[in-house]
């Protein structure tokens, strides 16, 4: 059973920048699309940045120019690097593969001054 466990939130200032990561375990990683998902408050969860197993990525428009989403597959990570972070950006963020239907616990990105 693939398990993925997210990183890296917290509070930052807006035009600021974090760094998430998702380590997911087995073997399945390497053989599988990743996406970082958001969900703010009263919203529905979104799919914000995705990559393919060839390192091919894909953004929704709002993130596009400030997000960068990358793996490892020897460490069965991925990242997403998000600068520029606006409040809008506030919301638990989510890995997951975009074959499995199993989420992570998230990570809370909050963005104010």
């Known amino acids: 059973q693939v398990r993925m466990v997210e990183s890296g939130g917290g509070l930052v200032q807006p035009g600021g920048s974090l760094r998430l990561s998702c380590v997911a375990s087995?073997?399945?990683?390497?053989?599988?699309?990743m996406g970082w998902y958001r969900q703010a408050p009263g919203k529905q969860r979104e799919l914000v940045a995705s990559?393919?197993?060839?390192?091919?990525?894909n953004y929704t428009d709002s993130v596009k120019g400030r997000f960068t989403i990358s793996r490892d597959n020897a460490k069965n990570t991925v990242y997403l690097q998000m600068n520029s972070l606006k409040p809008e950006d506030t919301a638990v963020y989510y890995c997951?593969?975009?074959?499995?239907?199993?989420w992570g616990q998230g990570t809370q990105v909050t963005v104010s001054s």
């Open positions: 087995g073997s399945i990683f390497r053989l599988t699309a």
């Open positions: 997951k593969s975009l074959a499995l239907s199993t």
């Open positions: 990559i393919d197993r060839t390192n091919n990525p």
